[in-house]
């Protein structure tokens, strides 16, 4: 269970090992996990790096047949939970991260291929204490095209958001992908995992690295190796689009509430009063979303207060991190 570092038979070289505890939700997903589950299970068992592993399905209330392939499948190391009802991503990932045991979590999105090395090329990067977590380069199914590369911030209309450096280099990224983030456990358990406010989706990956900055500690990017994602549309094809707009908009006013100081935050409030004002006395369609997505994020608010007084304020500021990392 404990890191260590061992000489290669296959090389004369110095390897880190640590143990993992892969962490997979899924929701109505079984033909998914039969095309990719074992292929990651094979990849973790043969990994040089990993010195002992576990994998933790945990099954978001599925109406498929998924409960009846796990019950079925013989891996090694398998063990699977299952949600009383459907919760969401943050309330699923937050009880696989409950059970694990081991010393990094990888996060992984059940359409996803590990390549090969992927566990020599990131867990090296723990020798630093201060690495929170890493996700690396993420290619289409077929591994040829990139999709997703290092996050850095951009603001947009006073608000913090993001811009995907597709040929990026190994280094520092504003938040971890959720769908493939190796990441310490134990601090991740001290975060208390994901913020389930942003339940069902959208946000908490995001919000989960932001607080890891504003511990201290580091969030990287590497182009070493990847994964393969074979852009699973779950979200798209179990929700209508506007109710998928308006938890976007609703879960980016959270993330920002629960990030801003207390000058940001006055600003941000009287932006979204006089903007309240103008959507209801001029009527369009996207006026009408805004305003949905805005009673959605105040019915919110009292329980955001109350997490952002007690586990974000304590926090080091958000734009003292930025400016430290991004000169922003």
Same mark, same amino acid.
């Given at each position: 269970?404990?890191?260590?570092?061992?000489?290669?038979?296959?090389?004369?070289?110095?390897?880190?090992?640590?143990?993992?505890?892969?962490?997979?939700?899924?929701?109505?997903?079984?033909?998914?996990?039969?095309?990719?589950?074992?292929?990651?299970?094979?990849?973790?068992?043969?990994?040089?790096?990993?010195?002992?592993?576990?994998?933790?399905?945990?099954?978001?209330?599925?109406?498929?047949?998924?409960?009846?392939?796990?019950?079925?499948?013989?891996?090694?190391?398998?063990?699977?939970?299952?949600?009383?009802? +459907?919760?969401?991503? $943050? &309330? /699923?990932?937050?009880?696989?991260?409950?059970?694990?045991?081991? *010393?990094? =979590?990888?996060?992984? @999105?059940?359409?996803?291929?590990?390549?090969?090395?992927?566990?020599?090329?990131?867990?090296?990067?723990?020798?630093?204490?201060?690495?929170?977590?890493?996700?690396?380069?993420?290619?289409?199914?077929?591994?040829?095209?990139?999709?997703?590369?290092?996050?850095?911030?951009?603001?947009?209309?006073?608000?913090?958001?993001?811009?995907?450096?597709?040929?990026?280099?190994?280094?520092?990224?504003?938040?971890?992908?959720?769908?493939?983030?190796?990441?310490?456990?134990?601090?991740?358990?001290?975060?208390?995992?994901?913020?389930?406010?942003?339940?069902?989706?959208?946000?908490?990956?995001?919000?989960?690295?932001?607080?890891?900055?504003?511990?201290?500690?580091?969030?990287?990017?590497?182009?070493?190796?990847?994964? +393969?994602?074979?852009? $699973? &549309? /779950?979200?798209?094809?179990?929700?209508?689009?506007?109710?998928? *707009?308006? =938890?976007?908009?609703? @879960?980016?006013?959270?993330?920002?509430?629960?990030?801003?100081?207390?000058?940001?935050?006055?600003?941000?409030?009287?932006?979204?009063?006089?903007?309240?004002?103008?959507?209801?006395?001029?009527?369009?369609?996207?006026?009408?979303?805004?305003?949905?997505?805005?009673?959605?994020?105040?019915?919110?608010?009292?329980?955001?207060?109350?997490?952002?007084?007690?586990?974000?304020?304590?926090?080091?500021?958000?734009?003292?991190?930025?400016?430290?990392?991004?000169?922003?």
């Amino acid at each position: 269970m404990y890191g260590k570092n061992i000489f290669s038979e296959n090389a004369n070289k110095l390897i880190m090992q640590k143990s993992i505890s892969i962490i997979i939700p899924t929701y109505n997903g079984v033909q998914l996990l039969q095309e990719f589950l074992p292929s990651i299970a094979h990849t973790v068992a043969h990994s040089e790096s990993v010195s002992d592993y576990e994998i933790i399905l945990v099954d978001d209330a599925s109406t498929d047949t998924t409960i009846d392939y796990l019950n079925s499948v013989s891996i090694p190391n398998l063990k699977w939970f299952q949600n009383e009802k +459907n919760s969401g991503f $943050s &309330i /699923t990932m937050n009880k696989g991260i409950q059970e694990a045991q081991m *010393e990094l =979590i990888l996060m992984l @999105n059940n359409d996803m291929l590990l390549a090969d090395d992927y566990f020599e090329r990131t867990i090296p990067y723990f020798a630093d204490t201060s690495l929170f977590g890493i996700y690396s380069e993420i290619r289409d199914r077929h591994g040829v095209q990139i999709i997703e590369g290092g996050k850095i911030p951009t603001f947009k209309h006073g608000m913090i958001h993001y811009k995907d450096i597709l040929d990026s280099a190994t280094g520092n990224t504003l938040y971890l992908c959720g769908g493939n983030a190796l990441v310490d456990t134990q601090k991740i358990k001290e975060l208390k995992g994901f913020n389930e406010l942003f339940s069902p989706f959208y946000f908490e990956d995001f919000d989960l690295s932001l607080r890891a900055w504003r511990k201290g500690w580091k969030c990287l990017y590497t182009n070493e190796t990847h994964c +393969n994602h074979c852009h $699973s &549309i /779950t979200i798209k094809t179990e929700n209508k689009k506007e109710y998928i *707009e308006q =938890i976007f908009l609703r @879960n980016r006013l959270l993330l920002n509430y629960l990030h801003s100081d207390n000058c940001t935050l006055c600003k941000l409030e009287c932006k979204l009063f006089f903007k309240k004002i103008l959507c209801t006395l001029i009527s369009s369609e996207s006026h009408h979303k805004f305003l949905k997505s805005l009673q959605a994020f105040n019915e919110l608010k009292e329980k955001a207060q109350q997490k952002r007084k007690e586990e974000y304020l304590p926090l080091h500021p958000l734009k003292k991190i930025l400016k430290s990392i991004w000169n922003i």
